[in-house]
């Protein structure tokens, strides 16, 4: 902040809130590392994966919704208890994967999820953040989701090995049950809103002026009626295709290729961490180099990739796919988008609740990308696929460029800039 610095209870909220969202985001990954053996219970009856499917998909359908009121719940509660009562159905929701013996109710708990998915994490961060760094949130926004990832990768590893050593599902979901209360108690002890004083402070530091927080931009219902609002939806749809698509099928894309299903797993271990290394420094990229550059980095990369992944189809020689995969985990922080690029289209009025429609369309997007994706690698197989997934990146990264150069925000930054310049001759 300005002349002081950050404070300290800026410093230990960051790291409770990086602790908290990985603590309750260890019961989404439960489910989708642990399906396999879920599979395997009698008392659940599932015969395939594809049986799985419906309660992944009322997860994302759940997230939808609840992400399109997520700035009016947020507003409402505050980040903080955003926050902590995310955590309080994280902690349910990973409860009843575990311990539920029924498949249609097994099935229908993915919808207990939505909420701690819309509004208990990447949403309420993006809050949390801005109450606490004003103009500079974007760049540590960023950074908690690189370093929860990585954490988040290594929890993985954690309960492979625990699966390994003789862990059933159940009782490595009691674990994770553990971990989320962990990270209510860390809600209640680390984060802590800054008073009236550091917030003045925290406005004048802002990049625009204190204006910039609480008055300049525009409000969800305004921002709904101009053409850039959709377009910006439509390519974060594609972003959540794209996302999707990779996330849930590569270990299936390397096998279609003849990878064995064990080095195929290992690989795409890497997508996370790399993912991870790649969200410690976009959000800081973004503040130096802005939006544009970043989108640029992002998508190219992603592009990048899967060019580099269609030579290793070819070749079959293993460091390829591995340098494939390092751009290609650029992918893993399209989630983040919203937050990142949601000042340069609409400014700070409406930065929670407008982030949180970013997030309905991730997730209407990541529940297209499990129907369409699945298609296209049937019809088009491994290779077609890969330019499938090429043409979604560009036409995202295009929509976006338009975004940004229809921004509202540009013409309201003009006139503010005018106006201030007016004000400093008079």
Not at 44 to 57: D, I, N, R
Not at 65 to 80: M, Q
Not at 103 to 121: E, Q
Not at 334 to 362: C, E, H, N, W
Request: with cysteine; hydrophobic share 55%; aromatic share 12%.
């Amino acid at each position: 902040m300005a002349g002081k610095g950050v404070s300290r209870r800026a410093i230990i909220a960051t790291i409770g809130c990086c602790l908290q969202v990985f603590c309750t985001a260890a019961a989404f990954w439960a489910c989708n590392v642990l399906l396999p053996e879920m599979i395997h219970n009698p008392a659940l009856g599932m015969t395939s994966k594809a049986m799985a499917s419906p309660h992944t998909a009322l997860q994302c359908a759940s997230a939808m919704v609840f992400g399109i009121f997520g700035g009016r719940i947020i507003g409402k509660l505050t980040p903080k208890w955003a926050m902590f009562t995310g955590g309080i159905v994280s902690l349910a929701y990973v409860l009843g994967i575990g311990f539920i013996e029924s498949y249609p109710l097994w099935t229908a708990w993915g919808a207990v999820a939505g909420y701690a998915m819309a509004i208990g994490t990447l949403s309420s961060v993006a809050g949390l953040m801005q109450e606490n760094y004003g103009g500079k949130s974007q760049g540590i926004f960023a950074s908690i989701t690189g370093v929860q990832t990585l954490i988040i990768a290594g929890w993985i590893f954690v309960q492979g090995f625990l699966l390994r050593t003789g862990f059933d599902y159940h009782q490595i979901c009691g674990i994770c049950a553990v971990i989320v209360v962990c990270g209510l108690v860390i809600n209640l002890l680390m984060i802590k809103p800054p008073s009236a004083e550091e917030r003045a402070e925290i406005m004048k530091d802002t990049e625009h002026g204190e204006a910039d927080i609480t008055e300049v931009g525009l409000t969800p219902q305004e921002a709904m009626k101009t053409p850039v609002f959709w377009i910006y939806i439509i390519a974060m749809m594609c972003g959540a295709i794209i996302a999707g698509a990779f996330t849930h099928y590569s270990t299936l894309f390397f096998t279609t290729f003849g990878m064995d299903t064990g080095m195929a797993s290992y690989l795409v271990g890497f997508l996370s961490i790399f993912g991870a290394i790649h969200g410690l420094y976009l959000g800081f990229f973004q503040r130096k180099f802005g939006s544009r550059a970043f989108l640029f980095l992002l998508y190219g990369g992603i592009i990048v990739g899967f060019a580099i992944l269609f030579i290793w189809a070819g070749a079959q020689v293993l460091w390829i796919a591995v340098v494939g995969l390092f751009f290609c985990a650029f992918l893993r922080n399209i989630m983040a988008t919203p937050m990142i690029v949601m000042t340069d289209l609409f400014g700070r009025k409406a930065y929670v609740g407008l982030s949180s429609f970013g997030q309905a369309a991730y997730n209407a997007g990541m529940m297209i990308s499990m129907v369409v994706s699945t298609i296209v690698l049937d019809a088009l197989g491994g290779i077609g696929c890969i330019f499938y997934l090429i043409a979604v990146a560009a036409v995202s990264l295009v929509l976006y460029n338009i975004c940004l150069s229809l921004s509202p925000m540009k013409k309201i930054r003009a006139e503010e800039a005018a106006r201030m310049k007016a004000a400093e001759q008079q």
